[in-house]
């Protein structure tokens, strides 16, 4: 079997992060770090259970977490891509701890602490999504535990116990003001590393990850894909002849007759060179046909009034029928212009071949 360890999950924006196999195998581990420190903590010193029926309690839901745990350590292995098991996971976690902290006879339990590393270990692997999710659940708990023990913590309240209480609010919060400032500049990374600086439109890798769920998309609601490569014609002589600073200019106009000819869902990127793409969500032939006579319409307009000898080519597919993935496509419409090149010299539009042909 095929295993893609290079991937947990990913979701746009601030939510899920990618974590590698390598984060979610030290992730168990860890687990299982904090499940023998737990049988060790109970059975190590006199007294820590709160009598011998809260002894047994805790081993009974030392053993339950043992065996769960183990057996999303395998899901994990085979599929490390499922949402679902991050959070039955991340609640195990957190009812195994409470247990622990129910029959601990210490009212400030050193258990809480692992509550603290639930947060910040959910929170450095996956993001303020999942740090906000693991500080939802220990509350929760926390206010569970608090029901069960009120008597005893009542009586306990000291300025110590309300010292320890408070401490570990305080590590919470620093914690997720501190992530909050890393993610922030984790997503202008990102985004920064998807953008062509010259033009301000996405770049190959951009462009890459923005087809995939588009593609995704159009296969699971059957609504077709359409795809646009455009490559410039007579640009190498501007470049050469002018220079590559009127070359650059070149191209950021050009892609800004590209934004400007094409919808607000539409997506354009500079593929390499003087060659860009554009996807078109729920776009047949036909209108792809429409937008790629725009977009030479304009080009042919902007050339005539800066005097340059500039025209595009372009290739057009759908998927389907052209193709039904992404690199697929990009390769029968890349085929496409070149054809209109040999066909017709500068300034043509061909259709990709269907697949099969």
Known sequence: MELDRRSFFRRAGDSLHTATWEDLRSQYLTRYLFWVLGIVYFHAGENVARSAEFLRFADLALAVYFVVTTATLFHAWRRPNAVWRWRFAMWTDLVGISACVVADANVASPTYFVFLAVILGNGMRYGMRAFGEAVVGSFLMGFVIFGLRFAEYISALSPGTLFFMMLGVIVVLYSYSLMARLERNRQQLEALSHVDVLTGLLNRRGLED???????????????????????????AVNDGQGHAVGDRVLREIAGLITANIRAGDVAARYGGDEFVVLMPETDLAAARGAAERLQGAVQRWSRAGG????????????????????????????????????????GIQVAEEAGQ
């Open 210 to 236: 923005r087809a995939e769920s588009l593609m995704r998309a159009g296969v699971r609601y059957q609504h077709p894909v359409a795809l646009l490569f455009a490559d410039l014609d007579g640009f190498k």
């Open 308 to 347: 340059t000898a500039l025209s595009v080519s372009i290739g057009l597919g759908v998927a389907p029928p052209h193709a039904s993935t992404f690199d697929d496509l990009v390769r029968r419409v890349d085929q496409a212009m070149y054809r209109s090149k040999q066909l017709s010299g500068k300034g």
